[in-house]
T-cell receptor
């Protein structure tokens, strides 16, 4: 069965610090998809990134970067020079390809607080 | 372009009452999902539709919950009768499967703003 573990329940940093949010997943599929979503205090879920299991290239988008390592089943998310507006709960999610299911399995989330 | 639209944004009702949550997916999307978020259980998939047909309702907690998708632009999640333990945030999401582009795999689910349900 697929599973996503976000071991860090809460993280608190001071503005301009770099912070990494960990995500470890379990799956038996060779083809799968990984996602990160952001949930700010306003409550909506905002899509950040989607990766498929065939693409292990790291990705950078502004201050955000993602490190995908199949060898350790991890898909970690780093925010460089954090800002107060980055304060949110961040969710990692996994979707498998086989079986035709569209299910997304979410981790429990990591609450990030960036203090001024 | 408009994102996923949900209504109402907040609903307060009394135990035993019927509650109907509504969702309008992104135009052109062929998958629609209903999720529930609680502190205890996190984000749970309740049911999803493909081309208006329910595909997997294994996450629906019990018979008090039902969902319909009468057309490509509208879905409802109904709870009858409601109970205090149904209090949660209910999200609707939609996606479009790009078969050619993604080797038959998953495309991104885009979420609505959610409906915060409180059952007293």
């Amino acid at each position: 069965a697929q599973k996503v573990t976000q071991a860090q329940t809460e993280i608190s940093v001071v503005e301009k610090e770099d912070v990494t949010l960990d995500c470890v997943y379990e799956t038996r599929d060779t083809t799968y998809y990984l996602f990160w979503y952001k949930q700010p205090p306003s409550g909506e879920l905002v899509f950040l990134i989607r990766r498929n299991s065939f693409d292990e290239q790291n990705e950078i988008s502004g201050r955000y970067s993602w490190n995908f390592q199949k060898s350790t089943s991890s898909f970690n998310f780093t925010i460089t020079a954090s800002q107060v507006v980055d304060s949110a709960v961040y969710f990692c999610a996994l979707s498998e390809s086989q079986g035709g299911s569209e299910k997304l399995v979410f981790g429990k989330g990591t609450k990030l607080t960036v203090n001024p | 372009d408009a994102g996923v639209i949900q209504s109402p944004r907040h609903e307060v009702t009394e135990m035993g009452q019927e509650v109907t949550l509504r969702c309008k997916p992104i135009s052109g999307h062929d998958y629609l999902f209903w999720y529930r978020q609680t502190m205890m259980r996190g984000l749970e998939l309740l049911i999803y539709f493909n081309n208006n047909v329910p595909i997997d309702d294994s996450g629906m907690p019990e018979d008090r919950f039902s969902a319909k998708m009468p057309n490509a632009s509208f879905s409802t999640l109904k709870i009858q009768p409601s109970e205090p333990r149904d209090s949660a945030v209910y999200f609707c999401a939609s996606s479009f499967r790009h078969l050619a582009a993604s080797k038959g795999g998953r495309d991104t689910q885009y979420f609505g703003p959610g409906t915060r349900l409180t059952v007293l």
